[in-house]
Structure formats: structure tokens, C-alpha cells
């Protein structure tokens, strides 16, 4: 959720220029470039907690002034070996949590190699 003072600049100062499959909305201020960087200021307001995994790559370099080309604008072929864009699960009961872990249960999983504990004479 964004704080009082983001939405209200967003409302004085903003323009909308898309939003994400994950309900984010992104902004550029209004009018022209000002300050010492020289580039209009762009900004994301997160659809519920503020998480910075929820972007996704396309609007990551937007954001990030890396192109000046909007997601739908961009010409990115996607590769077979990727997947869907997913925010960071850490904390969530979604995470990963590997055979063996002492959130996941169970014993630790065996290696190919297993080691043998060193003993001392």
C-alpha cells in the first residue's frame, strides 16, 4: 500500500503509463525533465505490500532508465528455458523449502557422493 505522501505526488505529478499482470500501475511525472539527473522521474505504486520482485524484467529496465521503450513497445524474444515472471516467495507458504529443511520435515537428502564423517586415531 502506498503511503499518503506517494499517492498524493502521484495524483499532483503523475501520468500513468501502464500497469502489470500483477496489478502495479508505473508513473512518469509530468511535463519536462527538472533536478540534477536531468530525466523525468519514474516510479512504480504496488497493487498491496510494497515488494520490489514484483517487477517484472520489462518494467525493470524501464524503471531503472535502462530503455526508454514501454513493455508492450519492447522486442524481447523470450528464450524456451524461461518461465513466468513470479515476485520473490521467501516468508510466504509458497516458498521453496528443499527435502530436509527444518521447515520443510523430513531427513536430509542423500548425495551421490555422501561424505563419511572424519574420525580421529
Known sequence: MATLGTLLFTWWKG??????????????EKGKATGPTGRIRRWVVYKGKPEASKVPAAWHVWL???????PDQQKAAQ??????HRP???????AYRPGGSVVGGGARQKGSADYEAWKPE
Open 15 to 28: 501520468e500513468q503509463v501502464g500497469e502489470d499482470q500483477f496489478g502495479n500501475r508505473y508513473f512518469k
Open 64 to 70: 531503472h532508465y535502462t530503455t526508454d521503450q514501454l
Open 79 to 84: 528464450n524456451s528455458w524461461e518461465t513466468e
Open 88 to 94: 520473490n516467495l521467501t516468508g510466504t507458504e509458497f
